[in-house]
């Protein structure tokens, strides 16, 4: 997966199984990961040294748009991984983000932040 | 007219329909009083509005001031109005029957949300809608509920896509991990009922009506995580000693479940719940401080059958785990539920965990 590679992408994620599965896999393509489990570490991880973003919505903590916001004032690619029903009148108003219903199949979330990257 | 045309029957006749047709306005009236209708009549060309006692009082508009359709419209909530202007516009143009819901903002008062239906009850002489005659009754209770149940369903919906999600990540990684199908499929299993005890316990504690819905106590999640296994214990001695203050917020339900499910699995493969027989000890109490302790312990009466040696991704040590990832899954839960492992002590003839968690 050569869009990936060397790239560091922040996976937002809560749930810690999901996030390391994430995190392992990503590793396989060859990119680096940052994880961020609350709402403060995801946007301290969106103003850092990251290329790409996978975000769960709904954190034990609240919601994760602040760090969305970041990262889309920054011009970064991000993808949102949601379990909620319907993401997309809530997520409208991030018109470069792509969202994905969780539980989205590994292959294509991968496949996804590939098409954004390059 | 004479005493004879009196009581003519045409006469008595027209009495009797009379005090039928007064009976049935009395009945109508306390009906609609009953059912806290009001009822209004509408004319269009001169805007005026007639509103009974009921009326007046669900849009508070007190005393007896003439009433116009702009007064109330006044009244309606800025993100409704359009659309209740439009459905009465729509009924005076088309001559067909109106409805609508709305939110109301009388002055001063609190929002509430009014139910309206109506229909044109007069016309010009050319056959052009004149008035509009209707009610409108309050249904602030029954939009709370309905958002309430909204609500729900999407919190719903969330934690069985999130369980989806956790099911997969287990497959994921079991198959990068795990040696031994049988075993693997055993926690996949113990896991998959896990999830959907959590599910089940969350969803029948939403549909009550407190404050903390959605919280489940944790004896019931302990008795029922465990119930395959007090209910088969074989030569096993179980026994649980759950504090009945002790509950957990929904969204923690699953992780305690999960938690459960794995040290269970495990028992009976290394521990007291197998074949060399024992004593299981679960117990739960609160310290005061927000946060309890649950505590597993497992005495063996013979010895134990070999632990698979391995070594969890932290470099943990041996695990007695089902699959090859026990600490992987230990750290899922411990990380849903906040908590801390407190003590894990592997011996002989004794197995035994501690965490603290926080509870509500």
Redesign the interface.
Same mark, same amino acid.
């Given at each position: 997966m050569p869009a990936l590679h060397g790239h560091t992408i922040l996976v937002v994620e809560d749930e810690f199984l999901i996030a390391l599965n994430l995190e392992m896999s990503l590793n396989e393509a060859g990119a680096r990961v940052r994880l961020a489990a609350t709402v403060d570490e995801a946007v301290r991880g969106a103003g850092g040294e990251v290329h790409a973003a996978i975000l769960d919505v709904s954190l034990a903590d609240g919601e994760v748009f602040p760090a969305a916001d970041v990262l889309a004032r920054r011009g970064l690619p991000f993808v949102f991984h949601s379990g909620h029903a319907a993401p997309e009148a809530r997520l409208a108003r991030y018109p470069g983000a792509r969202a994905l219903a969780k539980p989205a199949h590994e292959g294509v979330l991968l496949a996804t932040l590939e098409e954004m990257l390059s | 007219m004479t005493a004879a045309d009196d009581a003519s029957p045409t006469h008595r006749r027209d009495e009797l329909r009379h005090a039928a047709r007064e009976d049935l306005f009395h009945r109508a009236a306390l009906a609609l009083d009953a059912g806290d209708m009001g009822v209004f009549e509408w004319t269009a060309s001169t805007d005026e509005l007639k509103g009974d006692r009921n009326f007046r009082r669900l849009w508070d508009l007190g005393g007896d001031a003439p009433l116009t359709g702009e007064t109330v419209f006044a009244r309606v909530h800025p993100d409704d109005v359009d659309m209740l202007r439009a459905e009465v516009a729509r009924s005076v143009e088309t001559g067909g029957d109106y409805k609508a819901q709305f939110r109301i903002r009388p002055p001063g008062g609190a929002e509430r949300w009014l139910g309206a239906r109506g229909r044109v009850t007069g016309r010009d002489a050319d056959g052009t809608p004149a008035t509009l005659t209707g009610l409108n009754w309050d249904i602030t209770e029954a939009k709370a509920q309905e958002e309430r149940l909204e609500r729900l +369903? @999407?919190e719903m919906?969330? !934690? $069985?896509?999130?369980s989806? +999600? $956790?099911i +997969? /990540? #287990?497959l994921? #990684?079991g198959s !990068?991990t795990a040696r031994d199908v049988p075993s693997f499929a055993q926690m996949m299993t113990a896991q998959i009922h896990a999830l959907a005890d959590a599910h089940r316990l969350a969803a029948d504690h939403a549909l009550d009506d407190s404050d903390r819905s959605s919280d489940v106590e944790m004896r019931t999640l302990v008795e029922t995580a465990l119930g395959a296994w007090t209910r088969n214990a074989g030569d096993a001695r179980i026994a649980l000693d759950v504090d009945p203050s002790v509950s957990l917020p929904a @969204?923690h339900v699953s992780g305690m479940a999960m938690l459960l499910y794995e040290l269970a699995t495990n028992a009976t493969k290394y521990g007291a719940l197998g074949d060399a027989g024992g004593t299981l000890d679960v117990t739960v109490e609160a310290r005061g401080d927000g946060t309890a302790r649950f505590a597993w312990r497992e005495r063996l009466d013979g010895p134990r059958p070999p632990l698979p040696e391995r070594t969890g991704p932290e470099g943990t040590g041996p695990l007695p785990s089902s699959s090859g990832f026990g600490t $992987? #899954?230990m750290?899922?839960c411990l /990380? #849903?539920l906040?908590a801390t492992m407190d003590e894990r002590t592997v011996t002989e003839d004794g197995f035994a965990v501690a965490i603290s968690f926080p509870h509500r």
């Open positions: - | +369903a @999407r919906n969330h !934690r $069985v896509n999130n989806f +999600a $956790v +997969a /990540s #287990l994921t #990684l !990068r @969204r $992987v #899954l750290q899922h /990380s #849903l906040g």
